[in-house]
Every structure is written in structure tokens, then in C-alpha cells.
């Protein structure tokens, strides 16, 4: 399958969306109706309760989305990469993300159906 196959399918893999100036961006990038991409660095601080940093995490945030053919149904992949810590957010210290509704008109319009791995924790070494 060659990327351009790939691309108008929805089949987008995580180096072909981080090679897409256009989807670094906090909007990300509609393709077309199968693929949405987005990428983009994320930062999570650690903060004591007099406001000091107490450790901080930051990583690579890639999302895919793909569209089905006959429904309304999208399913996202969220992955990170190049994660760095410090402080409080060492390799054993836990990470949780969790996948909430949005949409259009209102918030309520899309909903996450499978909540199995929702929110998905994990270390920050894994």
C-alpha cells in the first residue's frame, strides 16, 4: 500500500502524521473522511502545595483517527513517544489518559463506546 493509498483509506501510520506540518497543530488535520492526524509535545508539572515544581514529564502526543466506511464510528490511536522526566515523574512514577466525549453541535454529540483500556495508566518508563 503506498502512502497516498494510505492516506485517503485512513490507514495513516505515526510517521506519516508527524511527517504533516499541517496536523501540528492543536486542531490537528482532516484528511478526508477516514484519517484525521495530530502531533504535538505535551508537558505535565508536579506542583507542592506552596506552587514549587516538583517533577514534570514531557512527551510526543501522536493521535490517528479513522473513519469507517458505513457508519458513524471513528476509532483514535493515541501514542507517545520521546518521554522525558524528572523529580517526582521518574520511570516507576504512574501516568494516566483518559479519553473523553466531544463533538458538534454540543460536547454530548460523540461518546467513547469502548472504555475497556479507558483511562489507560501505565509508568512513565512504559
Known sequence: MNAIHAETR???TKEQCRA???AHSAEGKVINHFSF???GYNTAVKLSGQGAVEGMVRFRETEIG???DNMRDATIEVHTDQVVSSG???DSAMMSFEVTRAGWPSASSCRVTDI???PFTTSVGD
Do not use: A, E, I, Y
Open 37 to 39: 492526524c495530530r502531533w
Open 20 to 22: 504533516r506540518s499541517d
Open 88 to 90: 517526582k515523574f521518574n
Open 66 to 68: 479513522t473513519g469507517s
Open 10 to 12: 485512513g490507514s495513516l
Open 116 to 118: 475497556s483500556s479507558n
